[in-house]
């Protein structure tokens, strides 16, 4: 049957809407996001008293609610944003994102190697700071892979997705800003006026920021960013905001003074624009006129002296400069300057936005105490400005180097307010393994399998009839940590024990003294005490690292997957009565991310650190961040040892956390008594 007015062809019914490869299904249907709502982990509180971290433990194991506590997480958003739908949705005020947009401006970070501590004979410090490129991790590559891998296409579905996340987590008075540019802005309105509704399209700020450059061959040099603003209801949490007054405009409007006190101001117009206002209308120093205020108040306004007459007699009032708020904001941003090379504020992250630019679009869109959300936060600057106006803030990013760039960040704000870092680590690994292997039968042909496929990826072969022992690489065993616990002292014991049975038997026998035992994460103890086991064992043991993107298919179809063995910290410790006194003495880091001509310009092993903190005494939980102590621009020395007083004699459990130059973190226990 043809179609026509009576049978109307589908396309005519059709409303504006953008459609991307990959919106709908081989069944025309729309694809949704994965919705795995997974727990989070917190794997270091930081600035928390010792009595509050008491008290929250004791009201989390009585089930009552804790106090809330700011959280920077790292993860990919997929992960992190439904993962707080249950505690979240409908109560997030304002939403900022900058979502990444170029693999090489948003993954890729200058590392910086600090001077050496050695001192030349002229008393200064040897050598200068070395800085390079540091290119994106497998698993940043992986995440633009995910956004830009097909194009546009994908992107526009990364985007979607996200959206859909942040709409839910939205309150009813909430908004969100997206920062883009030119580039996808246009595409981005059309799926947000999708998902929040054309009618809570509220703005379209464009952020002027650089001035035109000179060389273009063709067209206009573009120098602004563009910021969509939407809201949620009809009933946002708005403070209207205002621009500083230009000098120009103070001026030539501002331009009579206060003789007796130099005050500046200008006489403005007291006539009301509108005639047809009886009760407006009367007569004020012999001058009958529709006014814009009441007799009454014109009165009180006299008595205050801020009425000044015309040579006619006409009243008009005086406005002071000083009591001016400003000029009401508009959309076109021009006075807030990109983050330039000495600004205080900067945190070498490349993609790194203002705080002027956060400042005003907390102040505009939330109150103190609301919550604010920013899911691609880069070096902080969303938290970094929520904290210092007192709003409660979550960030989250993929980045390592973000995360660690955002917590040295916001520790360097004066008495900021205790954080938590979280991550959702076993449990976006136990979701990968079912996943992968879940059509496994039994529990040990799933660990079997996942045993596999690592020994796979770390090129060993598998080998049967031992429960420690479960592959040989180049002449050494090996040893696959489970996936949801971390290897422990008691794994490292069985290990050593299977090992010295399997010696000399059979052909799967080991030729050398060596097993890799590669692990998720390592009990925190371990590093010390799995050392003096191995060597007690005579058994040369490496602790390896198994890489998160593992977790990623493409990156392994890829085929790039690179194994780490586990940074070797070594600490002194000195106990003085009541006095601790902790001395970092060495730092080996496998350095296969950092150039050769780099490498050689290290004379000090405490040049691969950046930053360092200790939990002075740890209960097996997260790791307490108590004291810490890192480079900054300003000043790149970096304290080697500290002291401590314990109020309290006792057996003390103390950890201490270090971050290498490219944002990896070690950590060691040790055990000390106070007498
Ligand atoms: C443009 S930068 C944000 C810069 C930030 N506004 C600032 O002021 O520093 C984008 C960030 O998104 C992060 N990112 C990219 N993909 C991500 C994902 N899938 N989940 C979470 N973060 C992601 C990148 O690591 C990068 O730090």
Redesign the pocket.
Known sequence: MSYGPDNPHPFSQLKTELIWQGKYDAFGARRAPMRLKLPFQTVETVNESAQQRQLTLDMFHSGRPTEWRNRLVW????Y?LPALLDEFAGKVNLI?I????NVG???SFTASVPPSPFENSAGEEYGNEVSFLKEPSIL?QK??R??WGRGLDSYLQ?FYETLLFLHELLGDDGSLYV?LDWHVGHYAKAILDEVFGSDKFINEIVWVRSSPRANIKLGMSGGHDTILFYTKSENPIWNPQYVDLSEKYMDSHYSLIEKETGRKYRLDNMISPNPDRPNLRYEWNGVLRVWRVTKGNMAKLYEEGRIVYTKQGVAQYKRYLDESSGTPLSSVWQDIRPVNSQAMER?D?R???PEAL?ERILKASSNEGDLAL?????????AAVAEKLNRRWIA????RF?IH?TRKRLLSIEAVRPFVVQNLGKYERQAWQSAEFGDAQTAALLAERYRRFILELYHAQPITGYAWLHGLKQGRMVHVGAVDAPVTPADVTQIAIEFRKAVGSGQDAPQYAAVDVLGWDFAFELNEVARQQANQARIAMHFVRIPREVLESKAVAAGDIRFFELAALSVETVVQKNQLTLKLSDFVIPPDDVPEEVQRMISHWSQWIDYWAVDWDNHGDAFHNEWQTYRTRKDKKLALQVTHTYPQPGDYRIMVKVIDILGNDTTKTLAVRIE
């Open positions: 993860g990919d958003k997929k992190v900022y900058d979502p990444p947009f401006a948003d993954f940043e995440a633009y995910d956004t990364w920062h945190a992250y993609t790194q936005k956060l920013d899911c691609f936060c880069g070096s902080g600057t969303t989250c990013d993929l980045g973000a760039t």
